[in-house]
């Protein structure tokens, strides 16, 4: 009796196990969606800047300021 008690306690184990790895690849999806959006604001605000910076430079005649090193 105690294999198949030994059995099914290791078959409960698996399928609690398969449950937390879905959860996790939903949580995973999720945040990976998230970040999607993160970066898409991020992209956009520094396209914003780019566009406010150039209008500043050409309304006062300055000369552009030196590029972040590590930006291409």
Known sequence: MSFIG???KTIESVVL???KVDLL??????TNE???????TIIQIDR???RLETI??????ARPLPRI????
Request: hydrophobic letters at 40%; zero cysteines; glycine letters at 10%.
């Open 34 to 40: 998230e970040v999607r959006r993160v970066i898409g």
């Open 6 to 8: 030994d059995a099914m």
């Open 17 to 19: 196990l398969r449950s």
């Open 69 to 72: 090193e590590g930006q291409s």
């Open 48 to 50: 914003r800047l780019v």
């Open 56 to 61: 500043e430079e050409l309304r006062t005649g």
């Open 25 to 30: 690849d939903k949580e995973l999806a999720a």
